[in-house]
């Protein structure tokens, strides 16, 4: 076998075997797995309400919980992963985000489940901020774009396959069984990452742990390329400590603002529809089992427009993409209440509104490289997705509360779809932005926090 000098150039040239995809394939699946538990909430939600004879305001403070430990974990163990390597912090996350999904399966009570959903989003965190890093480390330039947007697709993926495994399920057993198979899943994959997945090159080399160069020819011999010679070389090009600071500085500020404000409303409107949903239908008299089954038909609309998005995005401006995508988002969440006569109806405007609310999600990818600088495109990207959780949070709580005050679905629909809607507005401003034209993104990779 033929000797490397700078193995990180070598996965980044070199074609890539089939360990490399099997790594790819493993991330996609944990992306996957936290789509569902992050939505098992909203499956669980119409049988857990029946039998606590929860207010819509109770379970719109229960519905959102999750998201405060996403934030906290994808801080936390985002530093965690820094220091002590990627690998581990993503077993880590697998074995917090198996116990919490156990203990809200075995919860007695609103306050255990509250708890446990925290603490399993702080896992769930921690996934985002490995699985795309990892898979990023080890795709070479030409799949890496390709492999990224299926890793970002592996969430709304496994809601969708979620939702159809755990329909028939839901008719058999009571709301635990959605937590129970979170649980089960997130377990299967530990195995999986302990055997196959190494640790980071890029990790490895930047922190030089003791005999890094003996570990990374260990990875890059199995995965069957030539063993290298000596580490890569550092790159100069490190973080500035002002690097987050200049995104408010003027000439900069302004596009910050508007892609905070674009994305904090996508989400809102986006985490409103999915965690509502199943809560709205067996309102209306579905079963349970029968809301589970719209809401994973949202899902595969979902995976359909993220990777339309990313197709389309190698021909089209990404801007006027995501105008279109947010504008038509907003338009079928809004009618969503117009179509709930039948559950074909259902279904129907449930794939219409999920194909482009995910495509826009997808998309901000993209219009972040194509709005912030190469040198401030880390820190702008998690600046605007860190802000952007607020509007998770927000978009299951306040129809609680509105819904607690007596207004109606068909005007709860209209408002939380303005999230949307002011979303692609803003968009518009961006491209009005000097220097906000098209630019290629073709090789953006997805940032998860």
């Not at 799949?143 to 329909?167: E, I, Q």
């Not at 995976?303 to 401006?317: E, K």
Request: hydrophobic residues 50%; glycine residues 12%.
């Amino acid at each position: 076998m033929s000797v490397a000098s700078c193995p990180i150039q070598t996965l980044r040239d070199e074609p890539m075997g089939t360990r490399q995809w099997l790594i790819v394939a493993i991330c996609i699946s944990i992306l996957a797995m936290d789509g569902y538990d992050v939505l098992s909430i909203a499956f669980a939600a119409p049988g857990m309400t029946a039998e606590w004879s929860l207010s819509k305001a109770a379970l719109g403070i229960i519905l959102p919980l999750e998201l405060f430990g996403m934030a906290l974990g994808a801080i936390c163990m985002g530093s965690l992963a820094d220091a002590r390597g990627r690998r581990p912090t993503m077993l880590a996350g697998l074995l917090i985000v198996t116990a919490g999904m156990l203990v809200a399966g075995l919860a007695g009570n609103i306050y255990v489940l509250g708890a446990s959903r925290v603490f399993t989003g702080i896992g769930i965190g921690g996934l985002l901020a490995t699985a795309t890093a990892i898979s990023a480390d080890y795709c070479n330039n030409k799949y890496r774009s390709v492999a990224l947007v299926l890793v970002a697709g592996g969430f709304a993926f496994g809601v969708y396959a979620g939702a159809t495994f755990l329909a028939p399920l839901l008719k058999a057993f009571d709301w635990r069984v959605a937590f129970f198979l979170g649980a089960a899943l997130s377990a299967a994959l530990v195995p999986l990452v302990y055997c196959f997945v190494p640790e980071s090159i890029s990790y490895l080399n930047r922190t030089r742990p003791k005999d890094a160069l003996e570990k990374i020819q260990a990875i890059m011999s199995r995965l069957g390329h030539a063993s290298a010679r000596q580490l890569s070389p550092i790159s100069a090009q490190k973080m500035e400590p002002e690097g987050t600071a200049s995104l408010f500085k003027p000439g900069m500020i302004v596009t910050t603002c508007i892609l905070v404000v674009a994305y904090f409303g996508t989400l809102a409107t986006y985490y409103y529809f999915v965690k509502w949903l199943p809560t709205i239908a067996t309102d209306l008299g579905y079963s349970a089992s029968e809301a589970t089954t719209v809401l994973g038909i949202i899902s595969l609309g979902g995976v359909i427009g993220s990777i339309g998005m990313s197709i389309a995005s190698r021909y089209v401006a990404i801007h006027p993409l995501m105008i279109c995508s947010l504008i038509l988002a907003a338009v079928g969440v809004a009618l969503f209440p117009h179509f709930t006569g039948s559950l074909q109806s259902m279904k129907l405007l449930g794939f219409f509104a999920g194909t482009f609310i995910f495509a826009g999600i997808s998309g901000f990818f993209g219009l972040f490289a194509a709005s912030f600088p190469s040198s401030v495109l880390g820190s702008g990207s998690g600046l605007v997705l860190g802000v952007g959780r607020g509007g998770a949070i927000l978009g299951p709580l306040i129809p609680g509360l509105l819904f607690s005050a007596g207004l109606h679905l068909n005007l709860i629909a209209v408002l939380m779809s303005s999230g949307a809607l002011i979303a692609g507005v803003t968009v518009i401003w961006l491209l009005k932005r000097p220097g906000s034209g098209p630019r290629s993104v073709q090789s953006v990779a997805p940032v998860s926090h």
